[in-house]
Structures are given as C-alpha cells and as structure tokens.
Antibody
C-alpha cells in the first residue's frame, strides 16, 4: 500500500525559508518520478515541481523557479522541497504525489505552509 | 504554458442522473509517437487530497467505479458520471501532463440537486 507523508510546514515570514519533506513507503521509490502540488486556501490545484527517479531531471512552475529546489534521497525513500524567499502567495497545502511525467496516482495528506508577517 | 479550462465551474445533478464535466486544452495533448492523450481526471472531496480517477484521457484507475468514464482527444475532453451517488459530491479537476508545467483546470464543483 502506497503511503506518502509530508512534514515541515508551518508559519514563516515573507522572505523566509522552509524545507518540506515527504516520506514514502509501499512502492519502489527509487524507480518513481515524484511531484509536488500545492493548493491555496479555497483555491484549485497548482503543479509546483517534479523530479525524475535518479534526480537527473527536475522541472518547476514559473512562479517558483529560482526560489524552490526539489530533491530526493532514494536511500531514505524521501522527497524534499526547499523553499526560499517565500511570498504570501506561496501559502497553501503542499502535497507530494507519486508520478512525474505522468498522472499522479498516489497523494499524501499534505502539509500547510503559511507565509505571513 | 498550456491552459486548461473546465466548464461548467459548478453543476447540480439529481441522484441517479448523469453529470458531464468538460475540459478544454489550449494545445493538443496527443503525442504522435504513441497516440496517447496526456490528460488525467482527479476527484477531491473536502479535507482530502485529490484522487486519480482516470489517466490517458479514458483509462479508469483500479477500484474506480465504472460509473466514471473519460472521453475525448486532442484538445477536448469529458468526464461523465452516470447514476450519480451522494458520495460523488466533490470538486473535479483535469490535468495535462503533456509538458511542464503540468497544468490543472480550475476545477468543477459537483453538488446534488
């Protein structure tokens, strides 16, 4: 059974940084592309980034490129999202999901990031 | 970026009836090399993460009731829910994964009439 558990969310001031983590289990993490998707309060889904199985390929939404960095540790079955220079509009629930250049077939419960002064 | 537009934004359907949600892409989502449509449908219930219903425009995920079906090709796609049940109340999203950024539609809120 696929399980994805995000952590690391919280309250941060504009311009600050956070590092999100996603612990994966129940599938071959090292063979899977992984994705981050976010959802602002009361709004729709926004794709943020994905990373290939060996970390060779990473892609970002234009709104986060240059500020966010996706990474992974296959030995630990963990996915990360380092978020720098955070803005108020980055507020929302961040989901990690299994899949990259494909549909996302499993999702975590999400972690809430609030950017506010 | 590819823009995904869903319509309607919301709809109310009676129990047992059919719900139809449309999704239009600003670009063709078919890859010539494999003739596949890079389009997925998700269901999101309040307080829950999204759930994948359909990928490749029409391939239903294991465990998804056959009341849910996807159709369409190129730039125009449809999610159809027949025999609507109370548990189908949710927001439905389409997503293209043809190219990055892998954009979502704005969502369609489905309610019971």
């Amino acid at each position: 059974q696929v399980q994805l558990a995000e952590s690391g969310g919280g309250l941060v001031k504009p311009g600050g940084s956070l590092r999100l983590a996603c612990a994966a289990s129940g599938f071959s993490f090292r063979d899977s592309f992984m994705t981050w998707v976010r959802q602002a309060p009361g709004k729709g889904l926004q794709w943020v980034s994905y990373i290939s199985d060996t970390s060779v390929y990473t892609h970002y939404a234009p709104s986060v490129k240059g500020r966010f960095t996706i990474s992974r540790d296959n030995a630990r079955s963990s996915l990360y999202l380092l978020m720098n220079n955070l803005r108020v509009e980055d507020t929302g629930v961040y989901y990690c999901a299994k899949g990259g250049r494909s549909a996302s077939d499993s999702w975590g419960q999400g972690t809430l990031v609030i950017v506010s002064s | 970026d590819i823009v995904m537009t869903q319509f309607p934004d919301s709809l109310a359907v009676s129990l047992g009836e059919r719900a139809t949600i449309n999704c239009k892409s600003s670009q063709n989502l078919v890859y010539i090399s494999n003739n596949k449509n890079y389009l997925a449908w998700y269901q999101q219930k309040p307080g829950q993460p999204p759930k994948l219903l359909i990928q490749w425009a029409s391939a239903r995920e294991v465990g998804v009731p056959d009341r849910f079906s996807g159709s369409g090709s190129g730039t125009d796609f449809t999610l159809t829910i027949t025999n609507l049940q109370a548990e189908d109340v949710a927001v439905y999203y389409c997503q293209q994964y043809y190219t990055t950024p892998c954009t979502f539609g704005q969502g369609t809120k489905l309610e019971i009439k």
